[in-house]
T-cell receptor, first 112, second 113 residues
Framework: GDSVTQMEGPVTLSEEAFLTINCTYT??????LFWYVQYPGEGLQLLLK?????DKGSNKGFEATYRKETTSFHLEKGSVQVSDSAVYFC???????????FGKGTLLTVNP | ETGVTQSPTHLIKTRGQQVTLRCSSQ?????VSWYQQALGQGPQFIFQ???????GRGNFPPRFSGLQFPNYSSELNVNALELDDSALYLC????????????FGSGTRLTVV
């Protein structure tokens, strides 16, 4: 079945550092790929998405490129801020009902 | 446009009891999904409803059941609660066939004691 493996945390960075959170997936067909963010005590917010190979999703300075050859969708940001502290989930959507399959999440803490 | 709203926000139940969680979909969305998020884990797909019919189900036992109403609001029912059912339950809605993806609610935190 479908699965998502993402880098285990926690990840702790200083403000303005470069961020990479690795994500690889296993799926049949051609899934859509997503990054969601969850702030403490809240639900999930869509951060960015890509629907086909070589697409780049971007939002709020975050980027991820859909790499079919390496089945990866790594999240990057050039300069993190304290407000980026949250849990980040990589997910894929595929199949007839487009259900989301999530990774286990990566806790990011950014210190001033 | 309104987002996805869930109620209640927190709930404490005793093992063996039954619980009903509620969700109002985002305006214009006709598909609703429910997810269970255990502490420190990613959300797990429970099931999805479209046009009041279940059209997908994850690896959850039959004591997890749901309903979708004509106004696209939804309920998740869990019978015979177990301690392991303690989790954050998330509702997500979308427009079937649309490209906008899912909108999630803030969740209901269920604690089974």
């Amino acid at each position: 079945g479908d699965s998502v493996t993402q880098m285990e945390g926690p990840v702790t960075l200083s403000e303005e550092a470069f961020l990479t959170i690795n994500c690889t997936y296993t799926a049949t067909g051609y899934p859509s790929l997503f990054w969601y963010v969850q702030y403490p005590g809240e639900g999930l917010q869509l951060l960015l998405k890509a629907t086909k190979a070589d697409d780049k999703g971007s939002n709020k300075g975050f980027e991820a490129t859909y790499r079919k050859e390496t089945t990866s969708f790594h999240l990057e940001k050039g300069s993190v801020q304290v407000s980026d502290s949250a849990v980040y989930f990589c997910a894929l959507s595929g199949g007839s009902n487009y259900k989301l399959t999530f990774g286990k999440g990566t806790l990011l803490t950014v210190n001033p | 446009e309104t987002g996805v709203t869930q109620s209640p926000t927190h709930l404490i139940k005793t093992r063996g009891q039954q619980v009903t969680l509620r969700c109002s979909s985002q305006s214009g969305h006709n598909t609703v999904s429910w997810y269970q998020q255990a502490l420190g884990q990613g959300p797990q797909f429970i099931f999805q409803y479209y046009r009041e019919e279940e059209n997908g189900r994850g690896n959850f036992p039959p004591r997890f059941s749901g309903l979708q109403f004509p106004n696209y609001s939804s309920e998740l029912n869990v019978n015979a609660l177990e301690l392991d059912d303690s989790a954050l339950y998330l509702c997500a809605s979308r427009l079937f066939g649309g490209a906008s993806g899912y909108t999630f609610g803030s969740g209901t935190r269920l604690t089974v004691v």
